[in-house]
Nanobody, 127 residues
């Protein structure tokens, strides 16, 4: 399976962006999916996760209340709506998923649970 993140760009602080994650090669409508980010010189960190049904979502404390994760299984897409962006949100954003289609959502809240990494998309927030 291949995952491709898109929608990144340059935005001013306080602005919004919507990231998309498209899957190809197989459906991942039964898999939980996570978004991670990595800023230069830092480790990749968890941002948000969603269960296969979309009924459960988890967020990192740093983005809770500002970011919203959602999915459209019919289109094999996952989204990350980012609002009230801050300069510290600047990073390359990746979508990711485990191989196990029945994995619980907690699996995609750490990098250890990830088997598939999408190509990232750069988000830059200017002050």
């Amino acid at each position: 399976v291949q995952l491709q993140a898109s929608g990144g760009g340059l935005v001013q602080a306080g602005g919004s962006l919507r990231l998309s994650c498209a899957a190809s090669g197989r459906t991942f409508s039964s898999n939980p999916v996570g978004w991670f980010r990595q800023a230069p010189g830092t480790e990749r960190e968890f941002v948000a996760a969603i269960s296969w049904s979309g009924g459960s979502t988890w967020y990192a404390d740093s983005v809770r209340g500002r970011f919203t994760i959602s999915r459209d299984n019919a289109k094999n897409m996952v989204y990350l709506q980012m609002s009230s962006l801050k300069p510290e949100d600047t990073a390359v954003y990746y979508c990711a998923a485990p191989t196990n289609a029945n994995a619980p959502i907690v699996v995609v809240t750490t990098t250890r649970g990830i088997d598939y990494w999408g190509r990232g998309t750069q988000v830059t927030v200017s002050s």
